[in-house]
Nanobody
Framework: QVQLEESGGGLVQAGDSLRLSCAAS????????MAWFRQASGKERDFVAT????????YYAGSVKGRFTISRDNAKNTMYLQMNSLKPEDTAVYYC?????????????????WGQGTQVTVSS
């Protein structure tokens, strides 16, 4: 079992940067594939990025590739999402997710554990 808690969200202007964190506790963090998802008001929850257990492999949604960077520090049991060049369409609640094992997936249903989310609002 693992518990996840996101932090770092806030209100920023278009073009600004923000760094989200996901702190994990209750289990061995390094055994989990991790991911970020986001859900805008009135929309479905969408995949953002995922990262392998060691951090060696990453995969991004096309809408964020080149602007966002996912990373993890297993010694600190923490995953990060560095968001640069933010756009109003990035406005959403951002969730971190975890699943045991080595396979990276983009579908929400694949992930076993979820945080409660952190709000990111980008004004124009």
């Amino acid at each position: 079992q693992v518990q996840l808690e996101e932090s770092g969200g806030g209100l920023v202007q278009a073009g600004d940067s923000l760094r989200l964190s996901c702190a994990a506790s209750g289990s061995t963090f390094s055994t989990y594939t991790m991911a970020w998802f986001r859900q805008a008001s009135g929309k479905e929850r969408d995949f953002v990025a995922t990262i392998s257990r060691t951090g060696d492999t990453t995969y991004y949604a096309g809408s964020v590739k080149g602007r966002f960077t996912i990373s993890r520090d297993n010694a600190k049991n923490t995953m990060y999402l560095q968001m640069n060049s933010l756009k109003p369409e990035d406005t959403a609640v951002y969730y971190c997710a975890a699943v045991p094992g080595p396979v990276l997936k983009t579908s929400q249903g694949y992930y076993h554990y979820w945080g409660q989310g952190t709000q990111v609002t980008v004004s124009s």
